[in-house]
């Protein structure tokens, strides 16, 4: 399977690491209109075939698929471009800047016949992928509460400039996964109401966002996100998980550990931890990993025919909850959502 990287940036590089580890994919052609990323990027894993511009990379390469790891601004045109092309996608979190841009790359790809994923890799992380399944598998019962904590003082504006001079911040960047995450845990929520906070005075938006949440199956979540949170230990980048059912709780603690305690059984506690891929680098190793998990996903998907579980069908519902979770913050009111 023949695929090209588009945006040759700070995750990019991740997303390369992870496609020479995949068994018959090679990434042929790479993209920037940066010229020393583009260089930097070629040399490190050795890409002959090296553009500044997506559509003459299109039209020159044969090609299976594209990997979008631009920022969001660039997203809809190059999978429009990709759909054009007769291509799979695979396209980075946040998918769109509106919901009306991600439906149109959703019809643009059905339209082309042609499988579109959302890069939403937190749900692949190992130890949350561990609570995921389960609780699919009914490891509590009933879920009636979940609380899906992401809190962190980590300074993540070094490697991603962009997140302090965006007018969004956390809920858009990081909030979507956690979002995402109890989506994945308690199914899609019919209500939302959020409210948010600006703690560090020199970025330009949110760092702090608390999100109450009904889901459609009757529970009741909290998702609470933050970048200015000083505490040790610094569990960057866990996501902590808690969730009470009719027959017992689950708890993803710091230090990658899953609680289960179910009523007359006694407490089952698992090392939930990731692995450490050779190329991977602590703290970030726990989305490194999930970075190869997604895209070998991705081509389990095309070989078999089957639709990624981070469809962009999928990830509609996702944006609809950040779009929510900013309309609430702003208007201050509980949104229902559709
Ligand atoms: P970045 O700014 O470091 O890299 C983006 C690159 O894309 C830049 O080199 C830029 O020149 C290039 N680019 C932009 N538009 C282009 C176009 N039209 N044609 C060719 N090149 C173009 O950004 P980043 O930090 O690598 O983030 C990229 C995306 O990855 C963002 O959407 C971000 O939210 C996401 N991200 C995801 C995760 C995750 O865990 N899933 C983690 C970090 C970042
Ligand atoms: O961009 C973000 C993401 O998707 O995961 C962590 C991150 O790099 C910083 O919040």
Known sequence: MKGALIGCGFFAQNQMQAWQ???????????????????DTAARFGVARTYADAGAMLAAEDLDFVDIATTVAAHRPLVEAAGQAGLHAICQKPFAETMADARAMVEAMDRAGRTLMVHENFRWQ????????ALRGGAVGRPFFGRFSFRSGHDVFSGQPYLATDPRFIIQDLGIHILDIARAALGDATRLAASTARINPAIRGEDVATILLDHAGGATSVVDCSYATRRQPETFPQTLIEVEGSAGTLRLDAGYRLVIQRDGAAEEIRDVAPPLLPWATPPWHNIQHSVQVIQQHFVDCLRGGGTPETSGQDNLQ????VEAAYASAAAGSRIALP
């Open 318 to 321: 996702t944006l609809a909850l």
């Open 21 to 39: 580890a995949i068994d018959g994919v090679r990434i042929t052609a790479i993209c920037d209109r940066d010229p020393v990323r583009l260089a």
């Open 126 to 133: 190992a130890p949350v992928r561990a609570a995921i399944l």
